[in-house]
């Protein structure tokens, strides 16, 4: 039993209204990867990385209950590079420079001993990439959850659509939920992609919280109202990497209990819009993430009992 | 015991990505007071109209358990009109006209039958004719609820901040208090905000639900995701409505009890939008108020026990 995690491991240089970094390590998988070691040990990377990556870096995943054996290092070459810079709303942000370095002829390879994968984790990447991976697993997991953004929408929209056949929990936010279905009403967004093939579909509205749809319900999960946001990269997914963590630690994948993880996933981040990169990620508390899981509660707790 | 209502009652002309109307009845105070009407059968109204407002719409009122002998019907003047565009998103809109009218030298007067006013619902107006409304009260209310806009605040700022030092709970939306507070974050604008007088601050977000601070607590309301929003306008008005009525019925002006009255303000904003004008807010069962109340704790509801 494993969660398996596939995406970018990653170079970003970042710049907010609060400041900006030089190269930091970024990447989807890593977000994925710390913010989902806080719920289950059991953890499986697939990514790719040039030489240029730190050691630190790996260690540090690995103690992170991270198993990098499926990383793959290439020797003179470069780790993917994204710099990129927010508006003053923090909503919104501006590519600067885009190096896809070793991730232009990226072949993932899931190695024999993570083939006991029960959760995938897709995080966002070309979209024939997540499908082979996808292609490669003997025995198809218990969960897939896809994460993308609208760049692939643009580009490859073929490809992603066969992707998101194949998964049962897409996670996107609110604006490629309207680009992907054309149509503005969310609820309306939501049945549409709803019949492209998964199960559930997460919309990810930011600082307004999170939706969960099936066929028949949804579940409208709040952010927690911070005082400084401080830097918004990574955000989605240590959200995706809480979530699936969660699912893959109680091993239950009912409406109720994803409503549980989506929180758990709000939670972690929430966590990591408060630094830098992946800082506030590293080395938290168990008691730390209860506390702040307990705010979630207590921020939507009513009591109402209709007679 | 009773809740008294000011603001404006009024004719608007509306259009929407959806349609049109010609002149049809609006106003915050009719909105307030339809909304409120669910709730509580003791309403005392406050306004102005011309000699072209319709009775019909006077006796609809009455029969929605509002006392209207507060309003004043001017001969020979004119009732006030708005006309306005809504956006694509319907979250912006233009204003097209603006004709004062009687609001011109709108002289309130609080009838000595309404000085048993123990909840008092200031809607959206000038706000020294607010103060007014509130100098003329014999006895302060328990409680009293102010909802304004940006407007105010670009042409009538300081007569506005001395209204709100006058309040207990004041409502805007988020750009309102962004540009009230000059903070970008919500948390450090309600901090501010409640240093000018009020114990609660509700900050409306439309479609992303409202949030309810006082000094020490924070409240997350959803909103409702809706199939179709059909005509924004009067939802704030019904959402204030909704929620003093509910705490003027159940006379407990608690944290606990507001965060329910914010869920039925909710639930009267989201029926608000579904029609033009106030159609939808008229002949409601209290039937499909539970029910709709009951979405909303559905929608929201998650169980998680921490150890």
């Known amino acids: 039993m494993s969660l398996l995690v596939i995406g970018t491991v990653a170079f970003d240089a970042i710049e907010t209204p609060f400041g900006k970094t030089d190269k930091i390590v970024g990447g989807a998988a890593t977000y994925i990867s710390l913010a989902a070691s806080y719920f289950t040990k059991n953890i499986n990377l697939v990514s790719v990385v040039g030489d240029d990556f730190p050691n630190a870096t790996i260690k540090l995943l690995q103690n992170h209950h991270v198993n990098t054996d499926g990383l793959q290092v290439l020797k003179g070459q470069k780790t993917f590079f994204w710099a990129g810079k927010y508006h003053n709303d923090?909503?919104?942000?501006d590519t600067i420079t885009t190096e896809?370095?070793?991730?232009?002829?990226?072949?993932?390879?899931?190695?024999?001993?993570?083939?006991?994968?029960?959760?995938?984790?897709?995080?966002?990447?070309?979209?024939?990439?997540?499908?082979?991976v996808i292609g490669q697993l003997k025995k198809r997991p218990k969960l897939i959850v896809l994460d993308t953004m609208n760049f692939w929408m643009d580009i490859a929209l073929n490809d992603l659509l066969q992707t998101i056949a194949l998964v049962d929990v897409l996670t996107i936010n609110d604006a490629e939920a309207r680009q992907l279905s054309g149509e503005y009403s969310l609820v309306k967004a939501a049945k549409k992609i709803l019949n492209m093939g998964p199960k559930y579909l997460i919309i990810k509205k930011g600082e307004h919280g999170a939706l969960l749809f099936n066929k028949d319900d949804v579940f409208y999960a709040p952010a927690l109202p911070l005082e400084?946001?401080?830097?918004?990269?990574?955000?989605?997914?240590?959200?995706?990497?809480?979530?699936?963590?969660?699912?893959?630690?109680?091993?239950?994948?009912?409406?109720?209990n994803m409503k549980r993880a989506i929180i758990f996933g709000s939670a972690m981040a929430s966590f990591c819009v408060?630094?830098?990169?992946?800082?506030?990620?590293?080395?938290?508390?168990?008691?730390?993430?209860?506390?702040?899981?307990?705010?979630f509660v207590d921020l939507v707790q009513f009591d109402i009992t209709l007679v």
Chains 1, 2 share one sequence.
Do not use: H, W
Request: aromatic share 10%; charged share 20%.
């Open 228 to 256: 400084e946001v401080f830097d918004p990269t990574g955000a989605g997914d240590s959200f995706a990497g809480g979530f699936i963590g969660y699912l893959a630690q109680s091993k239950d994948i009912s409406f109720d």
């Open 274 to 295: 408060e630094k830098f990169g992946t800082e506030k990620l590293i080395g938290l508390t168990q008691e730390q993430v209860d506390m702040r899981v307990q705010q």
């Open 100 to 132: 896809l370095n070793v991730l232009e002829n990226f072949n993932p390879i899931v190695l024999e001993s993570y083939q006991d994968c029960e959760f995938l984790m897709l995080g966002n990447l070309v979209p024939k990439v997540q499908q082979q």
């Open 90 to 93: 923090l909503n919104t942000r």
